[in-house]
């Protein structure tokens, strides 16, 4: 068997699936956040939680 091309394959299965998720969760927040009569107040908490995500993310997020 060739364990490169199964090995891709499942690869490109999972961030398929990966890109399918995060689709889903930046649609289902737009419409949250429309929904939302004022805007969204974050605690110094939550901001360091996102802050530190998006710094694992780096600049090519």
């Known amino acids: 068997m060739d364990w490169a091309r199964i090995l891709a394959y499942i690869t490109g299965t999972v961030n398929q699936e990966l890109l399918l998720r995060h689709e889903y969760l930046a ?3 737009r419409i949250l956040k429309a929904q939302l ?3 969204l107040r974050l605690t ?3 901001r360091v939680t996102l ?3 998006a ?3 780096g600049r090519k997020a």
């Open 55 to 57: 710094y694992r993310l």
């Open 44 to 46: 110094d908490a939550e």
């Open 37 to 39: 009569k004022t805007p």
């Open 51 to 53: 802050a530190e995500i």
């Open 27 to 29: 649609a289902e927040n």
